[in-house]
């Protein structure tokens, strides 16, 4: 009966290291996804921006590494963006904006399923340790 108890609470801890790992996996994926999301809404209050400026606007560029270089824009009115599966496409930036809302909601629906698996896991996880406490010896 000991015996059974053991390998009870041995298979608990098993499950509970392998939802751990799960939990992990997918905060680590919520995280990219909020930078992309994040990414998207800088895209979106760039090109708003840009539509503000009079025309042929000077701006600074980013080069890497916290450098950036002065250029002149010589046409504000086509932006390229990335359509999926490494396309680009050129589009006025009304039509750019559309694109990056659509994909900022498409990320933020994929957020939002994320983080509700990740509360599932998260209350499962907790269902454990409460079975294994329960299952403990009283010392």
Do not use: W, Y
Request: one cysteine or more.
């Amino acid at each position: 009966m000991a015996e059974e108890g053991q390998q009870n609470i041995q298979n608990l801890a098993l499950q509970h290291r392998e939802l751990q790992k799960r939990a992990q996996t997918i905060q680590q994926q919520t995280n990219m996804l909020q930078m992309s999301i994040d990414d998207c809404g800088r895209a979106i209050t760039t090109l708003e921006d840009l539509q503000s400026f009079s025309k042929n606007p000077d701006t600074l560029v980013p080069i890497g590494a916290g450098s950036f270089v002065n250029a002149h824009i010589a046409n504000d009115n086509k932006v390229v963006v990335e359509v999926g599966a490494g396309i680009s496409v050129e589009k006025d930036v009304d039509g750019a904006i559309v694109t990056l809302n659509k994909r900022k909601e498409d990320l933020q629906k994929v957020l939002e399923q994320m983080n509700q698996n990740l509360e599932q896991i998260n209350q499962r996880i907790q269902s454990i340790e409460s079975m294994a406490k329960q299952q403990q010896p009283q010392q």
